[in-house]
């Protein structure tokens, strides 16, 4: 049953604090994102990975850390930095080199304390 | 620089009627678009793409019809139906880059 998984389904963060979402997923695709989401607004892109040990900045990637140890892993960090976090964080992936039908998680609601 | 745009915040459809969403693009570059669909607290969930040598493309109820003319794409439901009722997000790429995404088009399908 193949899927991208995303935990916690939601998370509060206190002042100051950071926080790790998580992200897994068993489709074998090479290619994960992360996006937010606000009230009335589309996706943005914070960071994307194409492979193993690489990422880079997308759109908004400012207050935010990612990493990408393992194929079906992109955990997305919230650091204190970030002075807005309170949004929908989406997790997707996709097959490279087959355009870019991405494929998504549940997402996590982020709040702030 | 809003590259793909979806110019009607919400649509409201009888049930059995044809939904028409709209979606715009500045990026004479892109050449590849998708429809995805969104239940609110969920991840989207694709729907339909198209690529540039295509100017329609039709699954089930769902047809996607692209004008690249005019930069202009849309999605047609036909019948609709309430479970349709989401938000309903285009987006566009060039191939093997990011997805660029609208800002969605809310859509109440009334039984």
């Known amino acids: 049953d193949g899927g991208i998984t995303q935990s916690p389904k939601y998370l509060f963060r206190k002042e100051g604090q950071n926080v790790t979402l998580s992200c897994e997923q068993n489709l074998n695709h090479d290619a994960m994102y992360w996006y937010r989401q606000d009230p009335g607004q589309g996706l943005r892109l914070i960071y994307y990975?194409?492979?193993?040990?690489?990422?880079q900045k997308g759109d908004i990637a400012e207050g935010y850390s990612v990493s990408r140890e393992k194929k079906e892993s992109f955990p997305l960090t919230v650091t204190s930095a970030q002075k807005n976090p309170t949004a929908f964080y989406l997790c997707?992936?996709?097959?490279?080199?087959?355009?870019?039908?991405?494929?998504f998680g549940p997402g996590t609601r982020l709040l702030v304390l | 620089d809003q590259q793909v745009k979806q110019n009607s915040p919400s649509l409201s459809v009888q049930e059995g009627r044809i939904s028409i969403l709209n979606c715009d693009y500045t990026?004479?570059?892109?050449?590849?678009f998708l429809w995805y669909k969104k239940y609110p607290a969920e991840g989207p969930t694709f729907l339909i793409s198209?690529?540039?040598?295509?100017d329609k493309n039709e699954d089930g109820r769902f047809t996607v019809f692209l004008n690249k003319s005019a930069k202009h794409l849309s999605l047609h439901i036909v019948p609709s139906q309430p479970g349709d009722s989401a938000v309903y997000f285009c987006?566009?790429?060039?191939?093997?880059?990011?997805?660029?995404f609208g800002a969605g088009t809310i859509l109440r399908v009334k039984s």
């Open positions: 990026n004479s570059m892109f050449d590849y």
């Open positions: 987006a566009a790429s060039e191939w093997g880059n990011k997805l660029v």
């Open positions: 997707a992936s996709s097959i490279m080199g087959e355009g870019e039908t991405q494929y």
């Open positions: 198209i690529s540039s040598i295509k």
């Open positions: 990975s194409q492979i193993v040990n690489d990422f």
